[in-house]
């Protein structure tokens, strides 16, 4: 088990900034992904980006060049800092983490956070 939890999500108008910070309590493997994902209301859940330990990237095309994903290796924390954020993106955005010895995979994470809410007002 890899223990996530969110936090930093919050109410704010289009334009705006919001980051996100998941932190795992621990990795067995030095190796692995960890990913933002998010489910807007009626609409099924969508992989937003995703980072590798050893540093690789990567992000839907809707979050090209307004999103940014970070890890801290050492203190196992992942961040998601969202800019010039829109109505759209408002949504529950939720922590994953998967082992992978070299690429991360959206479909295979297995370890998810409880989720933390992003609303977008126009």
Same mark, same amino acid.
């Given at each position: 088990?890899?223990?996530?939890? #969110?936090?930093?999500?919050?109410?704010?108008?289009? %334009?705006?900034?919001?980051?996100?910070?998941? /932190?795992?309590? *621990? +990795? $067995?493997?030095?190796?692995?992904?960890?990913?933002?994902?998010?489910?807007?209301?009626?609409?099924?859940? #969508?992989?937003?980006?995703?980072?590798?330990?050893? %540093?690789?990237?990567?992000?839907?095309?809707? /979050?090209?060049? *307004? +999103? $940014?994903?970070?890890?801290?290796?050492?203190?196992?924390?992942?961040?998601?800092?969202?800019?010039?954020?829109?109505?759209?993106?408002?949504?529950?955005?939720?922590?994953?983490?998967?082992?992978?010895?070299?690429?991360?995979?959206?479909?295979?994470?297995?370890?998810?956070?409880?989720?933390?809410?992003?609303?977008?007002?126009?």
């Amino acid at each position: 088990q890899v223990p996530l939890v #969110e936090s930093g999500g919050g109410s704010v108008q289009a %334009g705006g900034s919001l980051r996100l910070s998941c /932190a795992a309590s *621990r +990795f $067995t493997y030095s190796r692995y992904c960890m990913g933002w994902f998010r489910q807007a209301p009626g609409k099924e859940r #969508e992989g937003v980006a995703q980072i590798h330990s050893y %540093g690789t990237t990567t992000y839907r095309d809707s /979050a090209k060049g *307004r +999103f $940014t994903i970070s890890l801290d290796n050492t203190k196992m924390i992942v961040y998601l800092q969202m800019n010039s954020l829109k109505p759209e993106d408002t949504a529950m955005y939720y922590c994953a983490a998967h082992y992978a010895y070299n690429n991360c995979y959206f479909q295979n994470y297995n370890y998810w956070g409880q989720g933390t809410r992003v609303n977008v007002s126009s």
